[in-house]
């Protein structure tokens, strides 16, 4: 009793299981563990890369909110590989998924650059494709998302928010989806 007076912690932490094995399953099953080591295989990063963006989209999924809060949430739940990642290691993953292609792996032409993200979402829409697979309709759904911080000088703008807050920058954030509802692409 007197420990807990004290505030003091007593016996071993709890820790939820659920959600990291549920999406754990569908992140190896659908690809994205495979695909995003064998991106940064070569690039000698001293971290587990695919381990941050996976908490990283755990954290999203669940409830939201920066990385800062990510890192914080993460301690939380039992999560393979997690234990060992820190803030920076989060920034970095994401600075990595957004970093442009060079030169030589832009589409002539196109409208807008390549970025890393654009190489995980090509690679994982070859691994599901088969012969009958039919893109003649594919829908595009979009939502607006407000941020904070200094992303606005590339991205973002002051506008309409559906979160009520028209001080903050809003980016609109678009999905393609094939027939069966499977997310082709995403942009910014």
């Known amino acids: ?5 004290r505030d003091e912690t ?3 932490a709890c820790q939820r299981t659920g959600p990291p094995l ?3 399953r569908l992140w190896a099953e659908s690809g994205y563990r495979t ?3 064998d991106l940064v295989a070569d690039r000698g990063f001293e971290f587990a890369v695919e381990r941050a963006v996976f908490v990283a989209v755990l954290h999203r999924l669940m409830v939201s909110g920066s990385d800062r809060a990510c890192e914080k949430w993460m301690r939380d739940y039992r999560i393979e590989g997690a234990e060992v990642l820190s803030l920076h290691h989060f920034y970095r993953a994401m600075v990595w998924l957004g970093e442009e292609l060079p030169d030589a792996n832009q589409a002539p032409a196109a409208p807008a650059p390549r970025y890393v993200k654009d190489l995980i979402q090509e690679e994982l829409f070859t691994r599901r494709r088969d012969l009958f697979a039919d893109l003649s309709a594919v829908f595009l759904d979009t939502t607006s998302l407000s941020f904070q911080g200094r992303g606005g000088e590339a991205l973002g703008r002051r506008g309409y928010s559906k979160d009520h807050r028209p001080d903050l920058n809003q980016m609109i954030l678009g999905v393609v989806m094939d027939q069966d509802g499977r ?3 995403t942009e910014m």
């Open 1 to 5: 009793m007197s420990a807990l007076e």
């Open 10 to 12: 007593v016996g071993p």
């Open 22 to 24: 549920l999406f754990e």
């Open 35 to 37: 695909v995003i080591a």
């Open 183 to 185: 997310p082709l692409c």
